[in-house]
Structures are given as C-alpha cells and as structure tokens.
C-alpha cells in the first residue's frame, strides 16, 4: 500500500470499507485489506449531476440523447443519436451505432486520466446506408481536422472503431465542469456525423 502524506494507510478489516481520498493525485477509492478499488458510487454521482446541468434543449434540438452508465467496470457518460443506430428503439444496445464516451475506470484513475472518444461500431449493418467503415472513419476525420485543436490531448491514428480519442487530467474538484464541457464540445461537432453518414446514404 502507499504512503500519501508521509503517513502510511493501516490495514482495516476486510469487512470495512470507506472512502479514501489520495491527495497528491485526487483520486477516489474504495479500499480494505484486500483490494483497492475506484469508488463506482461516487463517481457515478459525479457524472450524474454534471448531466443534470447540461441543458437538454440544445441537445434534444439535435436530436442528441445522454445517459450515464456503468458498464465493463467504467462509468461512462454516452451521448448519441437513436438515428446513429441499427435499432432506433435500443440504440445503446444495438450492433450497429455511434456513440461518444466520457469514462473513468480504475485504470485510468491511476493515470490521472478523464478519458473520452467516438466510437463508430459495425457500421456495416447501418440501415439504409451503404458504409464501409474505413472510408467513414477517413471522411469524418478529414472532416472533423478543423477543430481538432479545440480537444485535449486528441488522437486520431486509430482503427475505423475508434474516430478519435483523448483525454484531460483527472481532477476531481473539476470533473463535473470537464464532463460538461467536453458534452458541449461534441455538440458542437457532432453535426460532422450526420454529414459524413449523407455520403453513404442508399
């Protein structure tokens, strides 16, 4: 176990659990003598209430939807379009779907890391459009240049699943305004992907 502060965490009983705050990091853990572990409540709070004070409206003009979840051991803040899927009625469990993410998960909390991207999945079995998910990726890309210097630490040198990538320092004092600003940041762009699917409409 670490020493944060020059003091050293005593071993509690397995059967006890509490909050640890790291300090030098900022980061949130739960922890006992066996493990230590990201604190999923306390960061799923923290997500929801940065959703709760993003403004709906502006997003439901464009159609977008945001959900927060917990999922593969992350929290994740998704905002997407049902139009963006193969299953409009289910978009967030659809095989075929665009999404952009928010997450943390304990990896990424021990990289002092808010991580976010676009995933663009099976893109193939898009109804009414004729895709191929190299050349999407490559035309949203060419597209999307432009702004790219607006997003922290962004990569674009991914496969066709993953458009773009990047992320912010993890501060926890922070973390709802960087959630909510990275939100506004895709709303912004997200007109991009409606332009680029226009391309392999049927």
């Keep these: 176990m670490e020493e944060t502060n020059n003091q050293k965490i005593k071993s509690k009983p397995s059967e006890f659990l509490e909050v640890f705050f790291c300090l030098n990091s900022r980061k949130v853990f739960n922890f006992n003598s066996e493990t230590l572990q990201m604190d999923y409540h306390?960061?799923?709070?923290?997500?929801?209430?940065?959703?709760?004070?993003?403004?709906?409206?502006?997003?439901?003009?464009?159609?977008?939807?945001?959900?927060?979840?917990?999922?593969?051991?992350?929290?994740?803040?998704?905002?997407?379009?049902?139009?963006?899927?193969?299953?409009?009625?289910?978009?967030?469990?659809?095989?075929?779907?665009?999404?952009?993410?928010?997450?943390?998960?304990?990896?990424?909390?021990?990289e002092g890391r808010l991580y976010y991207n676009i995933h663009a999945l099976k893109l193939r079995e898009l109804k009414g459009y004729t895709i191929q998910s190299r050349r999407f990726a490559e035309d949203f890309r060419s597209r999307f240049t432009e702004y790219q210097k607006d997003w922290d630490n962004l990569s674009l040198k991914f496969g066709p699943l993953t458009l773009m990538q990047g992320w912010r320092e993890l501060k926890t004092e922070n973390l709802q305004r960087d959630i909510i600003k990275l939100s506004?940041?895709?709303?912004?762009?997200s007109p991009i992907i409606d332009e680029t699917l226009s391309h392999f409409k049927i």
Excluded: C, M
């Design 42 to 110: 306390f960061y799923q709070q923290k997500f929801q209430e940065a959703l709760d004070q993003i403004s709906q409206k502006e997003f439901n003009e464009l159609g977008l939807k945001l959900s927060v979840e917990v999922i593969l051991e992350s929290v994740v803040l998704k905002i997407y379009k049902p139009e963006w899927s193969s299953d409009a009625q289910s978009p967030l469990d659809a095989s075929s779907r665009i999404f952009f993410s928010i997450w943390i998960h304990d990896k990424t909390i021990e």
């Design 184 to 189: 506004y940041s895709f709303l912004e762009i």
